[in-house]
């Protein structure tokens, strides 16, 4: 894992724990494996299930999580149902993997933000990703 990219317990299932290297984000898109799982690796346009946990850059509470709501989610990957940081980073990865990725306004929510879910314009989206099936 870089320098720059936040902290996060290496178990996979567990609830992420969070811990940031420096007040201001790297730069870019980027992505790290914290556990590399061993089952199929995931390809644009499957159905993924994952667990997440969601903050700003930053901040400790999320503001989004199926880890805090024990309900995993499934979409699809690679093909516009979720934020372009995710349709970027996931596929490639294998199920049983634990991802941190830290994803700018420009692949997340853009210049408007979401702030229904307290994300402003200007935000870095930290997402901790456990990979559990793939489709």
């Given at each position: 894992?870089?320098?720059?990219?936040?902290?996060?317990?290496?178990?996979?299932?567990?609830?992420?724990?969070?811990?940031?290297?420096?007040?201001?984000?790297?730069?870019?898109?980027?992505?790290?494996?914290?556990?590399?799982?061993?089952?199929?690796m995931?390809?644009?346009?499957?159905?993924?299930?994952?667990?997440?946990?969601?903050?700003?850059?930053?901040?400790?509470?999320?503001?989004?999580?199926?880890?805090?709501?024990?309900?995993?989610?499934?979409?699809?990957?690679?093909?516009?149902q979720?934020i372009?940081?995710w349709?970027?980073?996931?596929?490639?990865?294998?199920?049983?993997?634990r991802?941190?990725?830290?994803?700018?306004?420009?692949?997340?929510?853009g210049s408007?933000?979401?702030?229904?879910?307290?994300?402003?314009?200007?935000d870095?989206?930290?997402?901790?990703?456990?990979i559990?099936?793939?489709?």
């Open positions: 894992m870089t320098a720059s990219m936040p902290q996060v317990n290496a178990e996979f299932g567990a609830a992420p724990e969070i811990t940031f290297p420096a007040p201001e984000p790297p730069a870019g898109l980027k992505v790290a494996e914290v556990v590399e799982g061993n089952g199929p995931v390809r644009r346009g499957d159905t993924v299930t994952v667990n997440y946990h969601g903050v700003v850059w930053g901040g400790d509470a999320p503001f989004d999580s199926s880890f805090d709501r024990h309900q995993p989610a499934s979409f699809g990957i690679g093909v516009g979720v372009k940081g349709d970027q980073t996931v596929p490639g990865h294998n199920i049983g993997s991802l941190v990725v830290s994803i700018p306004p420009e692949y997340g929510y408007q933000g979401m702030p229904q879910a307290g994300i402003g314009g200007e870095t989206l930290v997402f901790v990703i456990d559990i099936s793939t489709r």
